[in-house]
């Protein structure tokens, strides 16, 4: 499966923006498919995800809680993050995961997840 992710840019605090990344060569079919973020110097951090794509559950990291959204479109292959009241702080690469066999316990660790997509700058100034 190839991730393709785009969708960031330049905002500016308390903007808003909405990633997208689609999937080829296969589907998110059971999938557990979500973002994670790499701000420079930090270490890669959860996002989001849906545990297996076709159950529909959502789970977010506790911090970005109520300002990102996570979604999907299943006819298109596709997930969404929508991240509202943007704060400097989220700047980073933020990465779209999959992964068929992840457990539960699991989702937030990075080096879990199988796919990766190339990664979309999301910059946010002050």
């Known amino acids: 499966v190839q991730l393709q992710a785009f969708g960031g840019g330049l905002v500016q605090a308390g903007g808003s923006l909405r990633l997208s990344c689609a999937a080829s060569?296969?589907?998110?079919?059971?999938?557990?498919v979500g973002w994670f973020r790499q701000a420079p110097g930090k270490e890669r951090e959860f996002v989001a995800c849906?545990?297996?794509?076709?159950?529909?559950?959502?789970y977010y990291a506790d911090s970005m809680k109520g300002r990102f959204t996570i979604s999907g479109d299943n006819a298109k292959n596709t997930v969404y993050l929508q991240l509202d009241s943007l704060r400097p702080e989220d700047t980073a690469v933020y990465y779209c995961?999959?992964?068929?066999?992840?457990?539960?316990?699991?989702?937030?660790?990075?080096?879990?997840?199988?796919?990766w997509g190339q990664g979309t700058q999301v910059t946010v100034s002050s």
């Open positions: 849906f545990f297996r794509w076709n159950n529909s559950r959502k």
């Open positions: 060569g296969g589907t998110f079919s059971r999938q557990t």
């Open positions: 995961v999959a992964d068929p066999s992840i457990i539960l316990s699991q989702i937030q660790v990075s080096r879990s997840y199988a796919y």
